[in-house]
């Protein structure tokens, strides 16, 4: 059976491409949905992250030695040997007793300030001098000692409601502490979108030495941890032989909100991918980005599996290896961050040598980042990843590349 694929979509310029994901994935952007604090890391927020309380939510000693009340020196209040239990106010002390003007006790660093406190004298700062009892034991600074020195006040970091990052932030293990920090179980996130991996080629193998005419699938390895990374949850990888039936099957009856392939994106003898959409009723949004390597990768809407249900997302990556980094950073990546209303994009530096570009089209090109800026690497064809394992960043170089003292944007590399 012979089937025609429906192209004619015009080779899309690399940032329009880009865009062109981008706005697919914001037209569909996941709902949000609470989950435990310890479930939402590498999450979106969906909801901005406000504080349930001010923080610290008491005045706080920031070092272990003494809260003293008024200018020294000071009596000891309590002024027993530490062994003896008590005489000092420590973490996880609820009620302080009140502190007198004149008067001093030993405190812990994290522990509330005592009622009538005015500052915290350091332990190495201080000297107690006098007998066992309390009222002849006095403490005295070595040092000046002014008003709220080394105390916490109650709020110093954020007060009550105030809004500490906005939605769309990444959850990193340092806002699951800020989170935890502020009063907070559970977080609001963006559901993370679906996603099969379809791995296209009867020459892949999944194991063992590459023999005559086979290769390993470098891209089902490379390619799961990224997208993991991205947002999405793995619903598997699949391998699927060069056949538009099987491969038709496939793209109909997946699962998934977003389905990835590798390979058969071009016009080869057994490049199905067209075919196999054209006859699932796909509608092509990107088909070809003037971009190398990478040229041949393509972006459409799947219709649902059953009707009634959600349009899905292809995105074709080529099957050479470095040529499908490119179709990730360029749609796949894009699409899913948009998906999660998460930003995307790269940063940019200035480059202090030139950096080749290409005439018509954008260069994809590895590179090390040292002190004299981006530094090009060598094995960067379209079917190696040599280059790309030793890379700190992908520079994006538009048509005719980018002279010494320009900008350049470096997209980050799968870690």
């Given amino acids: 059976m012979t089937v025609t694929a429906a192209r004619g979509l015009a080779t899309l310029p690399w940032p ?58 000071w009596r000891l209040a309590m002024g027993v040997p530490p062994a003896e239990g008590w005489g000092r106010v420590l973490a996880g002390c609820r009620t302080p007793p009140p502190l007198a003007d004149g008067w001093a006790t030993e405190i812990a660093t994290g522990a509330q300030l005592p009622p009538g406190a005015t500052a915290v004298l350091r332990r190495e700062h201080g000297t107690v001098a006098g007998g066992p009892a309390p009222a002849t034991r006095t403490l005295r600074a070595t040092t000046v000692l002014g008003p709220g020195k080394d105390v916490r006040p109650r709020g110093q970091e954020c007060r009550s409601e105030e809004q500490l990052l906005p939605a769309g932030a990444l959850v990193t293990a340092a806002v699951l502490g800020l989170a935890a920090a502020c009063g907070h179980d559970r977080l609001t996130v963006r559901r993370r979108p679906t996603v099969e991996l379809l791995v296209l080629g009867d020459e892949l193998l999944t194991a063992g030495l590459p023999g005559p005419g086979l290769v390993r699938d470098a891209l089902g390895p490379l390619l799961q941890p990224w997208l993991a990374a991205a947002g999405a949850e793995l619903l598997g990888r699949r391998a699927v032989r060069d056949d538009f039936g099987l491969l038709r099957d496939a793209l109909r009856h997946s699962a998934a909100e977003v389905v990835v392939t ?14 196999a959409l054209a006859d699932s009723g796909a509608r092509l949004l990107v088909d070809g980005v003037a971009v190398r390597p990478g040229h041949p990768m393509l972006l459409a809407e799947l219709p649902p599996v059953r009707p009634g249900g959600p349009v899905r997302h292809l995105v074709g990556l080529p099957g050479n290896p470095l040529a499908a980094v490119a179709g990730t950073v360029t749609l796949a990546l894009p699409l899913l961050h948009a998906l999660v209303g998460r930003a995307s994009g ?7 040598q030139p950096l080749r570009g290409l005439p018509a089209d954008t260069r994809l090109l590895p590179v090390r980042l040292t002190e004299d800026g981006p530094v090009p690497l060598a ?10 394992a030793l890379a700190d960043a992908l520079a994006v170089l538009p048509p005719g590349g980018v002279a010494a003292g320009e900008r350049v944007e470096l997209l980050p590399v799968p870690t």
Avoid: I
């Fill in 346 to 352: 790269g940063r940019f530096t200035r480059t202090l």
């Fill in 262 to 275: 590798t390979g058969g994106t071009a016009a080869g003898p057994v490049d199905f991918l067209h075919a």
């Fill in 16 to 73: 329009q491409a880009r865009d062109t994901a981008r706005q697919a994935g914001a037209h569909r952007l996941q709902p949000g949905a609470e989950t435990a604090l310890a479930d939402a890391l590498g999450q979106v927020l969906a909801e901005p992250l406000t504080a349930l309380t001010d923080l610290p939510a008491f005045d706080t000693s920031a070092m272990d030695g003494w809260a003293v009340a008024g200018p020294g020196p």
């Fill in 379 to 388: 094995f960067d064809g379209p079917a190696m990843l040599r280059g790309l």
